[in-house]
């Protein structure tokens, strides 16, 4: 089997990410010089990303890759440290060697027995409705790419810390846009002020922050409020708990989980530079 631009592919996969309006090709191939003379891994994953029928400006990318079978075929162990992102021509020509990205492990991974994750990318500039860009993450095997590159520096990441706000322990992720503070207990926001300083949510541990006040922060999850035995999230609340799965620089990850099995909840937070994403997984 060969892919498009006539390298073996190993493995192919396609993904649509209908939430950030692009469609994603994950191909896997060896050795190609034509296009990996300039880098030093031997190995690369092809990454085409194709816009939607919006224009974008500087979007970071999801691109899931599991590297496992591919590895099961050469000697060594994935080398997480040996991760480059490239962008490249059509015609697989580099022509940006330094794409700023991270590596969310998947849960459970393992270097020799589950090496999958979720590579996070900017792809920068203006990409045009309809636009196909090309990019590629090299890798390498344990041991085998001691001078490999390390990640770019990202100008203005995201960053996550802990502290408290309104007599909760919490976690403020700071992007570009935004500061928003997540309560850790109650596995949502309690306050999320933007660039120019406004406040758009706003729990208060007050008289007022109700179900049906006017500072309840989001979301406000409710199965059955009414019944002790059941749980739901809402800033304020303190029955849930929360992990932090990935902290940047180009995306932070929160999951929070609560409930009895009967009534469980599961929910992953997702904060971009210009955007958050909440999925119930759950």
């Not at 955007?275 to 997984?281: K, M």
């Amino acid at each position: 089997m060969m892919n498009k631009r006539g390298f073996p592919a190993v493995s192919a996969r396609v993904v649509a990410l209908l939430a950030t309006a692009f469609c994603l090709t994950v191909a896997l191939f060896g050795t190609a010089p034509a296009r990996a003379q300039a880098l030093l891994q031997q190995y690369q994953v092809d990454i085409d990303v194709q816009a939607g029928s919006a224009d974008r400006q500087d979007r970071v990318i999801d691109a899931p890759v599991d590297l496992t079978a591919f590895l099961a075929g050469v000697p060594g162990d994935l080398d997480p440290t040996s991760l480059q992102v490239v962008e490249t021509d059509s015609g697989g020509t580099i022509t940006d060697f330094a794409v700023p990205f991270q590596f969310d492990p998947a849960d459970g991974f393992d270097p020799a027995t589950n090496a999958a994750g979720t590579v996070v990318f900017l792809m920068d500039g203006t990409t045009t409705a309809g636009q196909t860009r090309y990019f590629q993450l090299a890798f390498d095997v344990a041991g085998a790419c001691p001078d490999c590159p390390a990640p770019p520096i990202v100008s203005n990441p995201d960053s996550v810390d802990s502290h408290t706000y309104q007599n909760q322990d919490t976690f403020e992720i700071d992007t570009p846009r935004a500061t928003s503070l997540y309560h850790r207990q109650g596995g949502g926001l309690a306050c999320l002020i933007d660039g120019d300083a406004l406040d758009w949510i706003s729990f208060r541990d007050g008289p007022g922050s109700g179900a049906a006040g006017e500072f309840r922060g989001i979301p406000n999850l409710v199965f059955d409020a009414g019944v002790a035995s059941k749980r739901f999230f809402h800033p304020g609340f303190t029955n849930a708990t929360t992990r932090l799965v990935s902290s940047g620089p180009l995306k932070v990850t929160l999951r929070s989980e609560a409930g009895t099995p009967d009534n469980f909840w599961d929910v992953r937070w997702e904060f971009y530079p210009d955007h958050a994403r909440l999925t119930i997984l759950s």
